[in-house]
């Protein structure tokens, strides 16, 4: 994750914060002529905003930043909390909540996580086809 990201928003914490988040994303990718990683960005991008809204405080923020070979994600949210990555197929109990991490695990190239005090930042990057 780089220190100093291209793009970073501070998103509306409510119920529409992730369509938002995703119409920047894909407004960002367009410009920078990534749209061949739209469809994965705005997935992980709507998933990681929804989990800091559902699970974290305000303010949430998303950046963006531009690789070499692709992008990179991170949602910062200061609730305190950590995600989860869990193993869908050893938890039973894991219904139509609980797989937003690990989808975003399953399509990006590199995904993490960190806290530090009460600030929470999730991150992902992905990468154009070689």
Do not use: Q
Request: proline content about 7%.
């Amino acid at each position: 994750m780089p220190p100093h990201p291209d793009h970073r928003w501070e998103l509306e914490y409510g119920p529409a914060a992730a369509a938002r988040a995703r119409d920047l994303a894909r407004k960002t990718l367009a410009n920078w002529g990534l749209t061949e990683l739209c469809d994965d960005v705005t997935l992980a991008v709507s998933e990681l905003v929804a989990n800091a809204i559902l699970h974290g405080r305000p303010p949430v923020t998303l950046a963006m930043w531009r690789e070499p070979y692709g992008c990179g994600i991170v949602v910062v949210d200061h609730g305190g909390g950590f995600p989860r990555l869990r193993d869908l197929r050893l938890d039973e109990h894991a219904g139509e909540s609980g797989r937003g991490m690990a989808l975003v695990n399953e399509i990006a190239d590199d995904f993490g996580a960190c806290r530090r005090s009460a600030i929470c930042r999730v991150w992902a990057t992905f990468h154009r086809a070689p």
